[in-house]
């Protein structure tokens, strides 16, 4: 099992959950709706000067799961090219 942390704009979301379906993917989440930070493409505030946010989506999944949403964040990512996409990876075992 698998851990996945996408990081991304909120303006991409949409287009990222119609990549997911285009792969026939409906992975369990947990999304952190509105996220403020500072990454490669600049901040994410939420406020008057710096009005953009992102989400965060948590997901734990098997390997072949795993393999098809990074192609879909990858399709994401040459799509939208400057607006902030990252995903992370780790080994998740379940302890309860």
């Known amino acids: ?3 996945l942390e996408l990081i991304a704009n909120r303006s ?7 990549l997911l379906a285009k792969q026939g993917l409906s992975p369990d989440f947990t999304k952190l709706a509105e996220v403020q930070g500072k990454g490669n493409s600049g901040p994410r505030r939420g406020d008057h000067i710096f009005p ?7 997901m734990y999944c098997e390997e072949s799961e ?3 949403i990074a192609r879909a964040v990858g399709e994401l990512k040459l799509v939208f090219p400057t ?13 309860c």
Do not use: K, T
Not at 12 to 18: H, I, T
Not at 52 to 58: A, G, K, L, Q, R
Not at 86 to 95: F, G, I, K, M, T
């Open 52 to 58: 953009e946010e992102n989400f965060v989506m948590i």
């Open 12 to 18: 991409v979301e949409d287009d990222f959950y119609d």
């Open 66 to 68: 795993a393999e098809g």
């Open 1 to 3: 099992m698998v851990r």
């Open 83 to 95: 607006e902030g996409i990252r995903l992370y990876r780790s080994p998740a075992d379940r302890v």
